[in-house]
Structures are given as structure tokens and as C-alpha cells.
């Protein structure tokens, strides 16, 4: 198993005549990634890098079988790539794009509870199930299969934290992105939920930072639902309070924004914390061994 | 983007908010003949990006026309401190010079995005005029929030709900939903993301009045509002921050210590700053250089790096994905071409096109200290500082 993408993603790609947006189907096609459409609103009937380009994803999805989407059309576009996407029944919709306005995101969240289309990001690098399927901008050969579930804010901070884990030989099942915007299709929860409940998935990695309160939240979720062991890191530690940190979410208001608060309700939780961005690799090893030999006394 | 409280209350009296007569003045003089027309006594208001005026001095009372003048003079040119500022302050360029109102009651409200039920709040309390994040704090239960659906928006019973929690007259019930309703459609209008009145108070004639005015606007929707952009003051901001963004460097955020770092992605960003500290030194910077398509834009970053003075050492740590390796490392290449830098430099490339960064850096000539992995660039980032 593994989680939202595997060898049976067929998946479109909207926008996918731009620039990032034919580059990331390059990269997705050269990993195995099943890319079965793109949709361009106005170059229907045409093709790029082979793979055959539609108008609407309606169609586009009734004459290929896409089930899953990727998203890389600019900012002010975006929310209503991802609400075709919804209303042609795509069940996954991943959304690059990062900018997106607020009162975009609010109906849009708001009409996706109405639907069975799970949203990750937006502002996000997407989605990898190593050696099964890419949906992302992340480099294919940093990740190796395996046991380890990795959830995150971040883009760059997970891969690192992935080409930590993969130069320990620990491979992962699944890595998710979830988006550096404080509005999220897709939470901390949702995803841990999903590799709580995924057979390949022997431990979770959760990529946290300052902002927001869905590092608690997430605390609380793992606490009364998790079995499978939890590593955590949050960034932002020696940020200064009330600047925006690059992200949009990553923002200090109050003290709960803060990342000692968020490490605190972790590891009350009982998810080990890995204190430096340098050691989360060699910490989650620990984890798994300790558990093995607990399996094994 | 933040604005000014004059420009705030302008907008909201475009949307039938009641605000006190007034006008902006950049000088002495200026300020004298608005308080000459307003007659009787005025307040004088310090416009600055920072909230904390009245105990910083920002905010004061003049009984006379003379005495608003030599007021202003006093303030004009001055650099305010508040607790939101930096220990330089804020340059107070232009002040609000408007009647002074005898308040009989004072009220909270604001509308924010709550990002955990995605949805705007807005929040009433009957504690107005105070620090509104500390009486969340201290006494949350003076707070009443109501949930702003997209599918109905405001609706009158929230009015009336939020005007008894707060205590209002019944008298003021109808009023107070007005504003209300008018304060949602300003904050779905414009794209905002924080509106607040603090206080919102009732003069002696029983009326509703925006004494305080505060609008911050969602930066990813400022193209549609070109109206609200042009409003942005720059000389508000730390003068580097907003050198770095008319250079197309936007996240950067400029710290106190002395190592200046060049990272991409938000995330890596934060953590570097994080693991320096944790490897005994600290950052002279925060900058996420974001998906990079020109050499541009890293000579830029170089630019603002190295014009910090402080800056005894620069560590690139760059972990390609959108943005490439290779384009990088040439934006190295063309900076130190360019430029006369002399502090170390610490490099650790990874990711997307990394054997041609590596190569261009390595023929470029110029003299780096190469790191591996990210424990290994803090260690020899803050090592090069300590020496150099």
C-alpha cells in the first residue's frame, strides 16, 4: 500500500502547457508516474511531451480515467482549476500554485466539504509514493521505498529530511506535502489519519513550523488515534515574533503560533522530537530500532 | 500590507462606517488650520505601521488650534518607539489630526481569518481600547466570536447576538448590526485580512464612532486592488527588507546576528536559522531566495547579504526542487563577479541539477568552503564567522 498515489494514479495535469508545468511532467513521466492527461483551456486537441491535452478536465477525465490531478496554474486562476477538478469527480487534487487569495480559498474549502475530492495544499511540492508514483516537484531520486510515512509544511525542508532518511537506508511509503499556507485542503490530521490506516506505513515523520495551531492539533489526534510511532520536527524555533517567515502561515501571533508550544503538546503526545532540522533522519532510525527490539524481547 | 489609520478610516466611511471628522497633516501649519476648522479640543495621531502609540507618545490631545500646531512640530520628523517596533521606532511622516470625542462606552470589534475553521471571525468585546491580544489571554471570556459563512455571510441575528454579549443599549442594537454588516462587506470587499476597531465607542449623543482604525490586506490579492496597493507606505519597513523587495528578494527578513544565509523554501529557511543557534552562532538574516529562474535575483540576494555590515560569514544552502541547482550556482558566479566580497563563504548544494552546480562552482575560481550535509554547513558557517 501507501497513501493518496501508487501504481494505479492515473494522473491530469492543469496548466500543463506553462513552464513549470510541462518541466514537472518531464520529471513525473521520466519516474514512472502514470500521466495520462492535461488539460489547457484552448489547446484541446493538442499534445505535450505525448501525453494528450484537453479543454476541460471534464472531458479530459471521461476520455482518459484520470483520477487524481496536479495543479500549476497561476495564483489567480488556481481555485477554480481545483473546483473543475472537484465537480468533473476527481477524488485527489494536488495544488502547486502558491499565492493563492484568501477569499478564493474560503469558498473553496468551503464547497470541498460538500464533495469526496481530498485537497493537498495549496502551496505545496506535492505528493510521492516512492517507486510507485510521483505527483510533485520533488527530485525522484532523493526517496526510497519503504516502511516511513513523512508529512510537512514545507518544500524544501522535507526533502532534506527525506535524502537524511534515504542515506540511512530508511525508506518511505509515502511523503506528503501538505502546503506552507495557513489554508489547507488537507491537514496534519487528515494525512496521519491516512498512514495511521495504511499497512505500509510503520512510522510517521511530521514536518512542522511556527504559525497556526495545527501542530496541537495534531498533538491532540496523535495522542487519542496514533499506534505507530511519531517524529516530529517544528521549525522556527529562533524566530523573531509577528514577521512572516516566507510562508504565509509561518507567522507568530499569540504564543500558540509559537514553536515551543508545538514541540511541548508533541511530545506530551508521546512523538519523539528530533531537536535539530540536521537530525531527523538519524532520529527516526532510532525509533524504528527501538521498536524492532521491542518487537523482538 | 498594512496601511495607516487615516487611510483605514477614509475606506470605512466609504462603507457607512461612522469615523471622526478629521484630516492628515504633514506639517505644522497644515495641522493647524484642520484643527482650526474642526474647532474645540483635538487629537493629534502619530501615522505609523505600529500599534502601542498612546503609551509611546504617538497619541496626544490639543485644546487649540496653536497648541495642535506646536504639537505636531514636536512629532513631525521623530522616530516613534512602541512595543511593535524595532528599538529605532517608525519615521512619523503625517498625523491624523481629528475631534477629540468624550466616549461613554467603549467596544471591540474585528474580523480575522480563522485558519483552524478556515472561515472569517468575527470577534466583539465589551473590553474596548485595550491590547485585544491580552485580553484574549487573560480573560477570554469577554470575547465573543461569531463564524462568517461564504454561503450567507453576516446576517442580522449575529449582530444582534454579538450587541448583548457586549452589553449594548438596546437603543443601539440596530446601529451596531449596520456597522457590523457594513465592517464584513469592507473585509470580503477588499480582501482583507485583519479589520479592527479599537475602540468602537459611543459618544454623549449615543452614537457608534470608529475612534481607532486597522486594515491589513491579503498580499496574494493586492491585483485585484490597485486602489489598495498604491497606498503601501515603504518607509514604514526596515530599510533593507525594503531594499531586498523592490529587488525582487521578498522574503527576507533582516535579524541580528552575523551570519548572512541564502536559503530556498520557507521552511529550510526557518531551519537553518534554527540550526545555527543550535551550533552556537545566529543569523544575520532570514531569505528564502524562492523557485529561482534568473541569476538575477541570487546577485541581488548577494547585494543585500553582504551590505549588512555585520555580516562576517554567507551560507548558501540550497536544496533544489522547483528551483535549480545549476541557475544557483551561476547566480554565484555572476555575484562575485560583480561584487568585492570578502567575508567566507560556506556553500551545500543538493537536489535538482547539483552535479552542474557543483562543476560551475568549483571552475568558477572562486574561493568557497564546501559542506556536505546541513549539520556540517551550520558547523563551518559559524566556524568562518568566528574567524573572519
Redesign the interface.
Same mark, same amino acid.
Given at each position: 500500500m501507501s497513501i493518496l498515489v501508487d501504481e494505479n494514479t492515473r494522473l491530469l495535469v492543469q496548466g500543463i502547457s506553462g513552464r513549470?508545468g510541462s518541466f514537472?511532467t518531464q520529471r513525473c513521466l521520466e519516474y514512472g508516474t502514470k500521466v495520462v492527461a492535461g488539460v489547457s483551456p484552448g489547446k484541446g486537441g493538442s499534445k505535450v511531451l505525448g501525453v494528450p491535452v484537453f479543454n476541460t478536465v471534464e472531458r479530459a477525465t471521461r476520455e482518459t480515467g484520470a483520477n487524481a490531478s496536479i495543479i500549476f496554474v497561476p495564483?489567480?486562476f488556481a481555485a477554480d482549476a481545483v473546483l473543475e477538478a472537484a465537480d468533473a469527480g476527481i477524488s485527489l487534487v494536488v495544488c502547486i500554485t502558491e499565492?493563492?487569495?484568501?477569499?478564493?480559498?474560503?469558498?473553496l474549502?468551503?464547497y470541498l466539504r460538500h464533495t469526496n475530492t481530498r485537497l493537498i495544499g495549496p502551496n505545496c511540492?506535492g505528493v510521492i509514493s516512492p517507486g510507485k508514483c510521483k505527483a510533485g516537484?520533488?527530485?525522484g531520486d532523493?526517496h526510497m521505498p519503504g516502511g516511513v510515512g513523512v508529512v510537512?509544511?514545507?518544500?524544501?525542508?522535507?526533502?532534506?529530511v527525506v535524502?537524511?532518511l534515504t542515506a540511512l537506508e530508511v525508506g518511505q511509503s509515502t511523503c506528503v506535502g501538505i502546503g506552507?499556507d495557513?489554508?489547507l485542503g488537507s491537514t496534519f490530521i487528515d494525512i496521519l489519519n491516512l498512514f495511521e490506516q495504511d499497512t505500509q506505513t510503520s512510522a510517521v515523520v511530521l514536518?512542522g513550523?511556527?504559525g497556526?495551531?495545527?501542530e496541537q492539533?495534531a498533538a491532540e489526534f496523535i495522542q487519542k488515534n496514533m499506534s505507530k510511532p511519531t517524529i516530529a520536527?517544528v521549525?522556527?524555533?529562533?524566530?523573531?515574533p509577528?514577521?512572516?517567515?516566507?510562508?504565509?502561515?509561518?507567522i507568530i501571533?499569540?504564543?500558540s503560533g509559537k514553536a515551543q508550544q508545538k514541540i511541548t503538546a508533541l511530545a506530551t503526545a508521546g512523538v519523539t522530537i528530533a531537536?535539530?532540522?540536521?537530525?531527523v533522519g538519524i532520529t527516526t532510525k532510532k525509533v524504528l530500532e527501538e521498536k524492532t527490539k521491542r518487537l523482538f524481547i | 500590507m498594512k496601511i495607516h489609520e487615516y487611510q483605514a478610516k477614509a475606506i470605512m466611511s466609504q462603507y457607512g462606517i461612522p469615523v471622526p471628522q478629521g484630516g492628515v497633516a504633514g506639517t505644522a501649519a497644515e495641522a493647524k488650520e484642520i484643527a482650526a476648522q474642526l474647532g474645540g479640543e483635538v487629537a493629534i495621531k502619530a501615522q505609523v505601521y505600529a500599534g502601542g502609540r498612546g503609551k509611546a507618545g504617538g497619541i496626544k490631545l490639543a485644546p487649540s488650534a496653536q497648541e495642535a500646531a506646536k504639537l505636531v512640530a514636536e512629532m513631525l520628523g521623530k522616530n516613534l518607539v512602541t512595543h511593535?517596533t524595532s528599538p529605532q521606532g517608525v519615521p512619523i511622516d503625517r498625523v491624523l489630526v481629528e475631534q477629540a470625542i468624550e466616549a461613554e462606552g467603549e467596544f471591540y470589534l474585528g474580523i480575522a481569518?480563522d485558519?483552524?475553521a478556515?472561515?472569517?471571525v468575527m470577534m466583539a468585546s465589551s473590553a474596548g481600547g485595550m491590547d485585544i491580544?491580552e485580553v484574549?489571554?487573560k480573560s477570554p471570556e469577554k470575547i465573543t466570536k461569531i463564524y462568517l459563512?461564504?454561503?450567507i455571510g453576516f446576517q442580522p441575528f449575529q449582530g444582534r447576538k454579538l450587541a448583548e454579549a457586549m452589553g449594548m443599549d438596546p437603543s443601539l442594537v440596530r446601529p451596531a448590526t449596520e456597522l457590523m454588516a457594513n465592517l464584513y462587506r469592507l473585509f470580503?470587499g477588499k480582501?482583507c485580512?485583519l479589520a479592527e476597531i479599537n475602540p468602537l465607542v459611543i459618544t454623549k449623543q449615543t452614537e457608534l464612532v470608529a475612534i481607532d482604525a486597522k486594515l491589513n490586506f491579503?498580499?496574494?490579492?493586492l491585483?485585484?486592488h490597485p486602489d489598495i496597493a498604491q497606498l503601501h507606505d515603504p518607509r514604514q519597513e526596515d530599510a533593507m527588507e525594503a531594499q531586498a523587495a523592490s529587488w525582487g528578494v521578498k522574503?527576507y527578513?533582516k535579524?541580528n546576528g552575523n551570519i548572512g544565509c541564502l536559503?530556498?523554501?520557507?521552511?529550510?529557511?526557518?531551519?537553518?536559522? /534554527? %540550526?545555527?543557534?543550535?551550533s552556537g552562532g545566529?543569523?544575520a538574516n532570514?531569505l528564502?531566495i524562492g523557485t529561482v529562474n534568473t541569476t538575477e535575483r541570487v546577485v541581488n540576494a548577494f547585494k543585500i547579504l553582504t551590505a549588512d555590515p555585520k555580516v562576517k560569514a554567507v551560507l548558501v544552502n540550497i536544496?533544489?526542487?522547483?528551483a535549480r541547482v545549476d541557475v544557483i550556482a551561476q547566480g554565484i558566479e555572476e555575484a562575485y563577479r560583480q561584487m568585492d566580497i570578502r567575508v567566507p563563504l560556506v556553500v551545500r548544494l543538493?537536489?535538482?541539477n547539483v552535479e552542474q552546480g557543483r562543476r560551475i562552482l568549483a571552475e568558477s575560481g572562486i574561493k568557497f568552503i564546501a559542506a556536505q /550535509? %546541513?549539520?556540517e554547513a551550520?558547523r563551518l558557517a559559524v566556524e568562518a564567522a568566528k574567524i573572519s
Open positions: 513549470e514537472h495564483a489567480a499565492g493563492i487569495p484568501t477569499f478564493d480559498m474560503i469558498p474549502l468551503y511540492p516537484l520533488m527530485a532523493i510537512s509544511r514545507s518544500g524544501t525542508l522535507t526533502y532534506e535524502a537524511q506552507g495557513p489554508l514536518i513550523e511556527i497556526g495551531t495545527m492539533e520536527f521549525a522556527g524555533s529562533t524566530a523573531p509577528g514577521r512572516r517567515m516566507g510562508h504565509a502561515g509561518a501571533s499569540g504564543s531537536e535539530s532540522p540536521a537530525k | 511593535q481569518i485558519g483552524s478556515q472561515l472569517p491580544e484574549a489571554q459563512e461564504p454561503a470580503w480582501d485580512s491579503d498580499d496574494n490579492a491585483f485585484r522574503n527578513v535579524l536559503v530556498n523554501g520557507a521552511g529550510l529557511a526557518m531551519s537553518i536559522l /534554527d %540550526l545555527l543557534t543550535l545566529s543569523s532570514f528564502d536544496f533544489g526542487g522547483m543538493a537536489g535538482t /550535509d %546541513l549539520a551550520g
